[in-house]
């Protein structure tokens, strides 16, 4: 099982509450931003783009815990920058988990072996490493060579330790299908408890903006790595996120689904989109207009997106909604979604691969913030 029964009957007893109570503009989960600045500088995100001031900052665990308990969502997801940085992530964590909430910390793990003694094993804790793919391609997607085996490394001395230990891969134009079906079994022959999956999304800050996937292009390339599926393979996701990825079926946005607390605040409308910031969680959902999103909005900048932070609350929705979706999802669960033209794809030759890199930055940092 890919979670625990306690977290999966949580989720489910707190999304069926808010359905009994006609509640619409629930979280799912929240996106605790504990600081923008990181050590690497990956051509896809734009958070170490802000200027020095910006990165230097933080948010305190008052703001942090304050934030969580005034949204009531039953899970934490802990991004960044890269929260190892954050000098009291430790207590960050400690707070959160003995309010009950499931934390994952997500972190590009090269500083994990140095910063594990801060945390301590529990089914409400896991370390989300952000890992693209195979070593070549992991490497080439984070603009630095090594992180992968450094990555890795951290990850076998976690598990060996009895973290919970997950993993989350963005993918972007020009993935290979086949390779990412090998880092598949890879990280479950480590010891993964599970992985999650997610296309790219082209927003502003990123430096490199001709590698982002539509959705065409997303459908197909899921298609091709989710089809034919082995069993062996465990997936954080609903089922149906996963179906709507390949193209069977259609969902429009949540964006209130799992919603972002920065040291600005909670970010309109999205993790990913920044038109202004509401001090409250209870500003953030009544004096947003969710009506100008998602792609029935004709919003441009929602046109291509199949993002996780809005689409799997839609199917999270969909499974607790109706019997249809209960049904839907066992389906899922017992599927390995068979598909002859997808494995004739996946098995087609390629094209060779294009030699130019993507657009590599090198952020500005202090000591500090390297650490």
């Not at 900052?57 to 954050?86: D, K, M, W, Y």
């Not at 529990?122 to 070549?136: A, M, N, V, Y």
């Not at 890879?186 to 982002?212: C, I, N, R, T």
């Not at 500005?364 to 390297?370: A, G, I, L, V």
Request: include cysteine; aromatic fraction near 10%.
């Amino acid at each position: 099982m890919a979670v625990p029964v306690s977290q999966m009957w949580a989720v489910s007893s707190y999304v069926l509450k808010n359905r009994l109570q006609g509640r619409k503009h629930y979280p799912l989960v929240v996106m605790l931003e504990v600081l923008f600045r990181c050590n690497l500088a990956c051509a896809g995100c734009g958070k170490v783009q802000y200027p020095a001031h910006v990165l230097k900052s933080q948010l305190t665990p008052e703001e942090c815990f304050r934030a969580v308990e005034e949204a009531g969502a039953p899970i934490v997801n802990i991004p960044g920058g890269e929260p190892l940085l954050h000098p009291q992530i430790g207590e960050i964590v400690e707070g959160l988990i003995a309010r009950g909430k499931y934390v994952y910390l997500c972190t590009n793990a090269l500083l994990l072996k140095e910063k594990m003694h801060l945390f301590k094993p529990s089914k409400f804790f896991t370390f989300t490493i952000h890992l693209d793919g195979e070593r070549d391609h992991h490497d080439f997607a984070v603009a630095r060579e090594g992180t992968y085996d450094i990555a890795v490394d951290a990850m076998k001395e976690a598990i060996a330790k009895g973290f919970r230990v997950t993993t989350n891969s963005t993918l972007f134009d020009g993935a290979d299908p086949a390779s990412m079906r090998r880092f598949f079994d890879d990280m479950m022959e480590m010891g993964v408890e599970s992985m999650m999956l997610s296309p790219g999304y082209s927003y502003d800050k990123a430096p490199d903006q001709s590698h982002f996937l539509g959705k065409e292009r997303t459908r197909e390339l899921f298609r091709q790595i989710l089809s034919n599926r082995k069993k062996s393979w465990r997936f954080n996701a609903t089922p149906l996120f996963f179906e709507y990825l390949m193209g069977r079926r259609q969902y429009e946005c949540t964006p209130w689904g799992i919603p972002t607390y920065t040291m600005f605040g909670w970010q309109k409308p999205c993790y990913l989109l920044q038109d202004g910031y509401a001090d409250t969680f209870k500003e953030l959902i009544d004096g947003t207009d969710w009506d100008a999103y998602g792609e029935k909005s004709g919003n441009p900048r929602c046109a291509n997106c199949m993002v996780h932070c809005g689409f799997e609350p839609s199917a999270v929705n969909h499974t607790f909604g109706s019997l249809d979706g209960i049904v839907a999802t066992v389906k899922g669960m017992l599927s390995t979604y068979e598909d002859a033209d997808a494995l004739a794809a996946l098995n087609a030759p390629r094209p060779a691969k294009q030699t130019a890199p993507l657009v590599q930055i090198e952020a500005e940092r202090t000591p500090q913030e390297t650490r």
